[in-house]
């Protein structure tokens, strides 16, 4: 299959790519710096500006966005919603003009899309919460069901974690520093997947038919975050007695 990535140089990107290469599918890699090329992929240019060309391209994975690591200042939060509402608008706008469409387009979604909920249950059929990310997210996946005549998959991921970056990149210096600990009480709930999983989920999405509509990628149990954080300590050999105030 000849698949189209957004966001090809990032985290889960490039493991998806990797993937991708290795099961014998043609990768069309988009980034904002199309001449730094990706080995084993065919480079195009992704930009906020224009829709991509995304000619040949079979399936489409866009996950290209604004990083909600670091403080989130008004700029910030400008970017992250900007970039991923107006980069999918982008890869939509280049499907529905498009002769020849691509089979399925998985776009990029977030957990975040429930908001905090406490202890209820979630599923992919359980309804948008509030907040800051929940907003964003759920107008990330508006512009996505714009698109026409595609079967289309949002894959709502929770915090990846990987050696090589995600979730555990700011996590890992403060902890082997033994400044780790919980978030305030510990008790809040940590969804998450490993990268291997994730990009694995990935590929199960595009190359099956029938799966459509929202997915939720996140491992079967959440843990608390004090679990979490015990855990992630005890990995590195490094105690995890500091609490980290709620409202850092």
């Not at 189209?4 to 985290?11: D, N, P, R, S, Y």
């Not at 988009?30 to 090329?37: D, E, G, W």
């Not at 240019?45 to 604004?66: K, T, V, W």
């Not at 099956?208 to 079967?220: E, K, M």
Request: hydrophobic letters at 45%; glycine letters at 12%; aromatic letters at 6%.
């Amino acid at each position: 299959m000849h698949i189209g990535v957004t966001g090809a140089t990032g985290f889960i990107g490039g493991k998806i790519i990797d993937l991708a290469l290795r099961r014998g599918h043609e990768i069309v890699a988009f980034t904002r710096a199309p001449r730094r090329a990706i080995p084993g992929c065919e480079m195009r240019e992704f930009s906020l500006e224009r829709p991509p060309d995304i000619a040949g391209c079979e399936a489409l994975i866009h996950l290209a966005g604004e990083s909600v690591m670091g403080l989130w200042t008004a700029a910030k939060k400008r970017r992250i919603t900007e970039s991923r509402v107006l980069g999918t608008r982008r890869v939509v706008e280049a499907i529905n003009a498009a002769r020849k469409k691509p089979e399925v387009l998985l776009s990029g979604s977030a957990i975040g899309f429930y908001g905090d909920r406490g202890d209820t249950e979630l599923t992919e059929t359980s309804p948008g919460g509030t907040g800051f990310l929940a907003a964003t997210t759920q107008a990330w996946e508006v512009e996505a069901e714009r698109v026409e005549g595609v079967r289309l998959v949002t894959l709502r991921t929770s915090l990846v974690l990987g050696k090589s970056g995600g979730a555990l990149a700011p996590m890992t210096p403060i902890f082997q520093l033994g400044l780790g600990g919980p978030l305030g009480d510990g008790r809040q709930w940590m969804s998450w997947i490993h990268l291997d999983d994730l990009a694995q989920l990935a590929l199960f999405a595009i190359e099956n038919l029938d799966v459509r509509g929202p997915l939720n990628g996140s491992a079967p149990w959440p843990v608390r975050n004090a679990d979490f954080t015990r855990t992630l300590a005890a990995a590195l050999h490094r105690p995890a007695f500091l609490r980290v105030p709620a409202f850092a």
